[in-house]
Structure formats: structure tokens, C-alpha cells
């Protein structure tokens, strides 16, 4: 484990807390900084709506973002059992259960993934959503890595309710629903320049992300000027 990048990721997450941040971005360093620091090869973050109902909100790679959705539209799978329990699910091999979530098996082994651990986003007794853990290869994770992982998902969830005033449930629901609204407009706008740039999702996702914070932008403004031709975005590109 890279300690320098461990000690770097919780000091970011910890300026997170005392700033007004971008939530769509944060989580996408959350997820970006599991992989780099834990044995994993993909991580994705849900978080329910205003309804309760579980939204793909940040993931590493595309094919874990298409892998999540997949089990939000088919409803099932190991990260939902998480959220719903509010405890950890650790699947060191997947193969083992394809009784239990045959389509969302199937689909795993699909897009490359062998192994899966989430973990709930909570506060005390309320479970917001699930941080989700992916590795290609078959095998038990590394004993180490699971607390460091729920110490993760912890201080994002605290990240989420850092400026509650009087009605904590309120204040996350107003953030929750801002946040997902802002994932539409960044999906939208990933759609339309990997069109114009004759490049993938993936890489749209990283030069709206790069021009943001080269010019201390939120991603969602930047998403949205895009979208609107509002700006010329001088130095948008790949």
C-alpha cells in the first residue's frame, strides 16, 4: 500500500470538509484514489435520491459505471444487499454466486470483474449508499484494506452533510438532488464532446474534469457552459 498517497487522500478529503466542493468531482477522487491506494481494479460510488432511490454517482472506469447501472435496472446484486442491510457484503469470488445474482454474475464476468466488496455509507443508523469495490481476479481481499476502505466511504459520507444547519435530512436530500442533477448535466456533456472529439466516454470525462480544475472551475458549470455554447472553453480538448 502507497502510505505517501494514503495520508494525501485523507488530508483531501479532509479540505473537503471545510470548503464549499464540487460533490460529482469528490467522489470521483474517492473512487479514483480506492484504486490507487487498495488491491482493487475498479471502485463506483451509489447514493439514493430523494425517493430512496440508489443512483450511479461516481465511478473509476466506464465499465464499472455501465456494471452499476446494470444492477440498478435489474435489481440485484451485491451492492444493493449493502445498502439495504447497511453492512459490508465481500465477495471474494463471484462465480460462487451466480445462484444468488445470476444476471448481475453474468454481467460481472462480462466487463472483466471476479470479485466485489461494498461497503455502506452511513451515518449512525442512516444508509445513504454504497461504496463499491471491484477486482478482475478471483480471491479474498486483503484483510488490511476493508477498514481503510470503510474509513473512505465514512469521511465521504460526512462530506456530504458538512454544511447542515438545523434539518440534517433536509440538507442532504437539497445536496443529494444537486448532486444528481450535476451528474446528468456532466453525463450530457461527456456524450456530446467524446461525439465531437471522436473519443470514448472515458477520456471526455477526464478533459472536462482536467479544464475545471486547470481553471478552479466546478465540473458541473463547466459541463453545462459546454452543453449551452455558452463559453468557448479555450483549451478543452484531449
Not at 440508489?54 to 446494470?70: I, P, Y
Not at 451528474?183 to 450530457?188: A, D, G, S
Request: with cysteine; aromatic share 6%; glycine share 6%.
Amino acid at each position: 500500500m502507497d502510505q505517501q498517497l494514503l495520508s494525501k487522500t485523507f488530508v483531501e478529503l479532509a479540505d473537503n470538509l471545510v470548503a464549499d466542493f464540487d460533490l460529482i468531482d469528490f467522489l470521483r477522487l474517492l473512487t479514483d484514489r480506492c484504486v490507487g491506494i487498495l488491491d482493487v481494479s475498479a471502485a463506483g460510488v451509489l447514493l439514493a435520491d430523494l425517493d430512496g432511490k440508489l443512483r450511479v454517482m461516481a465511478a473509476s472506469d466506464e465499465q464499472v459505471r455501465l456494471l452499476e447501472l446494470f444492477q440498478l435496472q435489474n435489481d440485484e446484486g451485491p451492492c444493493l444487499d449493502c445498502f439495504r442491510s447497511g453492512v459490508p457484503v465481500t465477495v471474494p469470488d463471484l462465480a460462487t454466486e451466480a445462484d444468488r445474482w445470476p444476471r448481475f454474475v453474468a454481467q460481472a464476468g462480462e466487463r472483466g470483474f471476479a470479485a466485489v466488496q461494498a461497503h455502506p455509507m452511513r451515518l449512525r443508523n442512516e444508509v445513504v449508499g454504497a461504496l463499491n469495490l471491484f477486482r478482475s481476479t478471483p480471491g479474498p481481499f486483503d484483510p488490511v484494506d476493508a477498514p481503510i476502505a470503510q474509513a473512505m466511504a465514512d469521511v465521504a459520507t460526512i462530506s456530504l452533510l458538512q454544511q447542515r444547519s438545523t434539518d440534517r435530512s433536509n440538507l442532504l436530500n437539497e445536496q443529494l438532488q444537486n448532486a444528481l442533477n450535476s451528474r446528468v448535466l456532466i453525463e450530457q456533456a461527456k456524450g456530446k464532446l467524446a461525439e465531437r472529439l471522436n473519443t470514448d466516454m472515458e477520456t471526455a470525462f477526464t478533459a472536462l474534469r482536467g479544464y475545471a480544475r486547470a481553471h478552479n472551475r466546478r465540473l458541473s458549470d463547466v459541463a453545462r457552459a459546454f452543453i449551452d455554447g455558452t463559453e468557448p472553453l479555450t483549451g478543452l480538448v484531449l
